[in-house]
Every structure is written in structure tokens, then in C-alpha cells.
């Protein structure tokens, strides 16, 4: 089961880190799923979660409930980057 980092922007470093949207949209998809924030007030978030399926990975994160969830978590979608175990 590989592990997925997500490093992106986000308005509001407090309501990401509040929002229950990951463990919602991602129930069944990602385990193990940890936040993790830049020192220093930065904007600059990350996520982790171990992944079964890359293919629902990937499905969920271009799916409507996927861009609902970036949307109400105040993600910038031009700032994500995903890393996947190799």
C-alpha cells in the first residue's frame, strides 16, 4: 500500500486543519491519513495517507465531492503537488 503526500496552499491553515472533508471524501480510499502544517504562519500544508487503490485515488481527487471538499477546505488547486511512494 503506497503512501501519498500532498503538499498544497490553503486559505486558512486553522479550518483545514478543522475540517472533517479529508476523512469524509477519502473514507474507504486513504488510511493512516496525517495533516502537517509549515512552521512559521506559512500557508503551505501537507497530507499523508496510505493508499490502496491509485486509480480511486486519483478518481476521487477529479470527482465533483473531490473539488467540493478542495473548495470547502480553502485549497488552492494550483498548488497541489502529489508525491506517491516509489
Same mark, same amino acid.
Given at each position: ?32 491519513i496525517r495533516t502537517y502544517v509549515l512552521p ?7 497530507v499523508t495517507m496510505d493508499v490502496e487503490d491509485?486509480? +480511486?485515488?486519483? #478518481?476521487? *481527487? %477529479?470527482? &465533483? +465531492?473531490?473539488? #467540493?471538499? *478542495? %473548495?470547502? &477546505? ?13
Open positions: 500500500m503506497p503512501k501519498i503526500v500532498a503538499t498544497h496552499e490553503v486559505d486558512d491553515v486553522a479550518h483545514w486543519l478543522a475540517s472533517p472533508k479529508r476523512e469524509e471524501v477519502f473514507a474507504g480510499i486513504g488510511a493512516n512559521g504562519g506559512a500557508n503551505r500544508v501537507a491509485l486509480a +480511486a485515488f486519483e #478518481a476521487k *481527487m %477529479k470527482s &465533483d +465531492a473531490g473539488a #467540493a471538499a *478542495m %473548495k470547502y &477546505d480553502g485549497v488552492r488547486p494550483s498548488t497541489v503537488v502529489l508525491y506517491v511512494e516509489g
